[in-house]
């Protein structure tokens, strides 16, 4: 009489092609995300500070159209007042911003009605008294972007043609972020190996780099000369204002 294992012989340890197919796919699923990873998070920090600047632009615009000027354009001149900093790529004193709320009246054109006596609260002081920002918001709060950098809206002046361009500044971006925005809002180049003049043509500019250097009409975007190439930081200029723009380098 047959046994029950001579009927039923035991099965061999191991897997079989069809397990061992699925086990490559899993993990060439799970390489492909990892991999992958890191090109996602970055392309949504490009949306994400495009975003903000598409968005700060409506709503300085959206102050023009409610009161007749710009926020800050506190002589109604057509040029905000406040002046942009530009002594690094990286803003660590953050402007001056208000940390403790908004005081009655600071900032606004009601007390600060020269180029000379205003900083940099005027345009978010204009907005929150307009209702275009949460009035429960401070302006430190407000400015910060993704990066944990600051916003600044200003006007810069023109080295070639000495005209004045209101403007809205992004400091402390990774290079590779400022290049990304740039293609979002500009486009890319046209001409093939002219990538890097992307930071001195367009509406989106490079402005300031690590070493302190300000480019105020723009400049070709660095290459990789001192090692940190795309991850070194730049400060970039959005000339949201279209009727007023920096010259053609």
Avoid at 13 to 25: H, N, P, R, S, Y
Wanted: some cysteine; aromatic content about 6%.
């Amino acid at each position: 009489m047959k046994t029950t294992s001579s009927i039923f012989p035991r099965r061999q340890g191991g897997f079989t092609m069809v397990e061992l197919a699925i086990v490559l796919v899993i993990a060439g699923i799970i390489l492909a995300a990892v991999l992958k990873g890191p090109d996602m998070i970055n392309k949504a920090k490009i949306e994400r500070v495009t975003a903000d600047l598409k968005g700060l632009q409506g709503m300085l615009l959206e102050h023009e159209k409610r009161t007749g000027r710009l926020p800050g354009d506190c002589n109604e001149n057509g040029i905000i007042e406040f002046v942009s900093f530009t002594q690094d790529a990286i803003d660590n004193n953050a402007h001056g911003y208000n940390t403790i709320g908004d005081p009655d009246g600071a900032g606004r054109c009601e007390t600060f009605a020269t180029a000379e006596d205003g900083d940099a609260n005027l345009v978010w002081s204009d907005l929150r008294k307009a209702n275009i920002v949460d009035p429960s918001r401070t302006n430190i709060n407000l400015t910060k972007h993704t990066l944990s950098d600051f916003y600044a809206v200003g006007s810069i002046t023109s080295t070639q043609t000495g005209s004045p361009v209101n403007t809205i500044v992004a400091y402390g971006l990774p290079l590779w972020l400022a290049k990304g925005i740039d293609v979002a809002l500009d486009g890319p180049q046209s001409t093939p190996g002219e990538e890097l003049l992307g930071g001195a043509r367009g509406r989106v500019r490079l402005y300031a780099l690590e070493d302190g250097t300000v480019t105020e009409d723009g400049a070709a975007w660095p290459e990789d000369s001192v090692g940190s190439g795309d991850y070194q930081f730049v400060a970039i200029t959005y000339q949201f204002d279209t009727r007023m723009v920096l010259p053609v380098l």
